[in-house]
């Protein structure tokens, strides 16, 4: 390709071009071409995301997904634009100004607490915005709604003041001559104001593992335990100060520092037992539950479950051992990356599910579920953990491994997923299937009935009507425009057919 003969000055024009003619959606697919375009588009997209407001980025699934990657970016590009117009049909956003104005506040005041000359503030005046606004970006909904619209409404007789929030906006910056000074141990638990988070979160947000590093050694040094205080209430209150950095640090994939903190924890054994006694599960479910694939390896390992093995589930399952319970969260909660994972590592069988760790029995057993993993998904409208689990294999028409006593109940086999959904009268999940090439007429043994008999029995007239269709014209005829033209035809046939229903 001619462009990648070009210099990188060159390009980057060439690539402002593109994005304004593709969108940021169609731009990002040129981002595999080279390194060059791939950061300059990076680049551009952060840029032109800083140009709207932030209820517009949320609205769009592609903004929305670069706000969560990058959002202290494109927060510190308002903030050091703030003073140009934004986009969309070019009103200025209150909220833009609002939260950019509340950073601004801040690094300038960090900024004067630290230089006497202008000159030397404003070297730094860019890498302290960045950081601050890295920081911003880990609100919580609610704390972040507050910075957007520039309300705080302080306690009975207390004053805005920038001196509390000192010690949390010197751990953002790296300041380890004013943390110093002004660190307390109450200041540790929770933030003076919602519109900042503490100085735990401050430090991981901006990548200060230094800083991470000394406030973990001054709670090993500080904390004091039942021995010292009377009650073990002030270990309690800073494990689960810790506990939420921690999942803080998971969420925003931080995790070099969820790693330290986790170590900390591990070689901490009085701070380890102050935990809640949902704390490991806690661990993986937040792993699952945002994504963190990298650290979820990690969390594993951690568990105390995985200390006892027996030999048979070793050999099979080499690295990772997972429970029920988990495997059970990562279907509710789980991102598709997670299954994904467990698949490709053969962790989980897509048609079945295998041997899992009991933690009740304290034992390795055969699962045998009264459902397949496809049923799972499917019963929790994970329509994007269905298509992980096709992708790699599952049947369509696959059922269940039943215990003894779950055939005498139902008279049969398990059930396809496609039958459970026309039963239920779910006709998203139904339209999910027959697009996916499940049977509408499919019957393991005489006495188990179809799905599309279930849907007409049960009166669920959409479901049937789909159901119908497949089963006399093929399930692509499920998808075509004018299929349901033909409902009411159908609907009439039906009363003819049961005149009193």
Known sequence: MQLLHLSPELLKPIIDNVIKREGIRGAVHYRLVCKTFGS?????????????????????????????????????????????????????????????SFAQQLVTYILEQQWS?????????????????NVVMTLDTEAFQECLIGIYQPEAGELWSLKKMEPALAAAVGDMDTLRRTLTLPGLLTPHYNLFPGILHAAIASNQTGVLNFVLDFVLTNVRGKRESGS??????????????????????????????????????????????????????????????????????????FRSMEKEFVYKNPNILVSASQIGNAFRTGHSQVLRQLLDYGKLDPNHFDYYWDERQRKVHRLLANETPLEAAMN?????????????GADVNGTAQLKKIDKCKTGGPGKTALYYAADRGD????????AHKADPVVSKEDNTKSPRHVASQSRWRKCAFLLDIAAREGNEATLRSDTWRQYKDYLDSQREDYPYS
């Open 117 to 133: 000359s202008i000159q030397g503030r404003e070297k730094l005046r860019d890498g302290y915005t960045l950081a601050i606004c």
């Open 380 to 392: 929790g409208h994970r329509y994007d953990l269905a298509r992980v689990l096709l992708t790699h």
């Open 427 to 434: 006709i998203q999940a139904v339209q999910f299937l027959l």
């Open 232 to 305: 073990w209430d002030e270990m309690r209150d800073h494990a689960r100060a810790i506990s939420d950095a921690l999942k803080m640090a998971i969420q925003h994939h931080k995790n070099h520092a969820a790693t330290m903190i986790l170590e900390f924890i591990s070689n901490f054994d009085v701070l380890e037992g102050s935990l809640t006694l949902h704390f490991e599960d806690n661990l993986i479910k937040h792993s699952m539950q945002f994504g963190n694939i990298e650290f979820l390896d990690k969390a594993l390992a951690y568990c105390s479950i």
């Open 40 to 100: 300059y588009i990076m680049d551009s997209c952060i840029g032109s995301a800083s140009k709207l407001a932030f209820a517009s980025l949320r609205k769009d699934s592609v903004y929305k997904h670069l706000l969560h990657h990058y959002g202290g970016a494109i927060l510190s590009k308002k903030v050091l634009r703030s003073g140009e117009k934004l986009q969309d049909k070019d009103k200025i956003y209150s909220e833009n100004l609002q939260l950019s």
